[in-house]
């Protein structure tokens, strides 16, 4: 068993049926486990007394993690490759804020969804993760770094919609105030817009998990080409489904809309862009191009980003204008998987 794929309630009942211990013991390897000196389960003093038991964990649990084999940082943000037990490299991103750290975390290697501009999309989809390499990515920053994480995106490599019950199991996990103590509303998962997925997401009723969509077109002609999902499931489609999401009071869907140089920002795509939102509850985050390597598409200037985020304000969209930091190593938005084996 690995600790990192498993809820406390879990590890209890785990105590409890192959064990026969109850939650005293359970409680004491989660505390150290979570605690930033963790070496090996028989150092923990509960422990002491109890050499079966200790014999039982030592084959029982499995504590090697991914490592990071690779570590470059510019602007501030901190791009960490990890290698896996099987040879593949996935990449984290540590972003600081004012006092704590948002990581963005991987949750696939490679994806299959093959968005026209993203790196991640043209290495084709390799393997999907497992819970615990999921939460493996956040451990060693929060633990074994000691950087104080507060929020956590699926925004790295992959698709998570695409490896459902694996991130979901991550954000159980991660939530446990006892461990790694991200709460939902901190955690946001970011989704290409499947809608049958999205609609399995809200039947989880998890009104405080943050959801974003990746828009990135106005219409289906140029999400179609940019996005090849959208010619299975286009765009009424997914709006039907982000209809019917629940959120928590005052909580809105993030709508995330990478700006290509004349693809996506002409003046009728604000207006076109105003009909798909409707009145939805959401809050647009526009975050400029950066192209991948061998990119067919361009960056948009500083005029023309300004051009088209004052054209969203004269359509009454609520939106951001997000920087795109850490492009020089690969590490912004959409470049991921560059270090990949
Ligand atoms: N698969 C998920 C999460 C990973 S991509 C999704 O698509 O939402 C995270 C974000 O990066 C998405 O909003 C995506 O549109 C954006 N992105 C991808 N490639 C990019 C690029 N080259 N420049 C800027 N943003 C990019
Ligand atoms: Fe996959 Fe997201 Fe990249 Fe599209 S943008 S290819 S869904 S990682």
């Known amino acids: 068993m690995n600790l ?22 359970a409680a004491a390897l989660y505390r150290g486990f979570y605690g930033s000196a963790f ?99 956040v451990y060693t920053i929060k633990i074994a770094m000691g950087i104080d994480v507060r929020n956590v995106v ?10 459902f019950d694996p991130v979901v199991q991550a954000v159980r996990v991660m939530e446990d105030q006892r461990g790694l103590n991200i709460a939902k509303r901190r955690i946001t998962v970011s989704t290409v817009g499947l809608p049958h997925q999205i609609e399995r997401l809200a039947q989880l009723n998890w009104p405080q998990l943050k959801l974003a969509v990746s828009l990135n077109a106005p219409n289906d002609a140029v999400r ?7 010619r299975k499931y286009p765009l009424d489609q997914l709006k039907s489904a982000l209809q019917h999401y629940p959120l928590a009071r005052g909580n809105t869907i993030f709508i995330e809309y990478v700006q290509i140089k004349g693809v996506n920002d002409k003046r009728s795509h604000a207006s076109q862009l105003k009909d798909f939102i409707g009145d939805l509850p959401v809050k647009l985050n526009l975050i400029p191009y950066n192209p991948r390597r061998h990119s067919p598409y361009q960056a948009p200037t ?29 590490a912004a938005c959409g470049q991921l998987g560059a270090s990949s084996a």
């Open 154 to 163: 699926f925004m790295g490599m992959g698709e998570p919609l695409d490896n």
């Open 224 to 230: 179609s080409e940019l996005m090849p999902i959208n």
């Open 302 to 330: 500083e005029t023309d980003i300004e051009r088209f985020h004052q054209a969203l304000i004269e359509e009454k969209i609520f939106v951001r204008l997000r920087s795109s930091k850490g492009a020089g190593i690969r």
């Open 4 to 25: 990192l794929g498993l809820t406390y309630p879990q590890l209890v009942s785990i105590f409890r049926e192959r064990y026969g211990r109850g939650e005293f013991h």
């Open 39 to 137: 070496r090996e389960p028989t150092d923990i003093e509960a422990f002491s007394a109890s050499h079966r038991l200790q014999g039982q964990l030592r084959s029982d649990l499995e504590l090697s993690r991914p490592v990071v084999v690779a570590q470059t940082t510019e602007d501030g943000v901190t791009k960490l490759v990890f290698r896996l037990q099987d040879g593949h490299r996935i990449e984290t991103v540590v972003i600081p804020m004012a006092n704590h750290a948002t990581v963005c975390i991987s949750c696939q290697v490679g994806c299959r969804m093959g968005c026209q501009f993203c790196h991640t999309g043209q290495m084709g989809w390799v393997r999907n993760l497992s819970a615990e390499e999921i939460v493996s990515q």
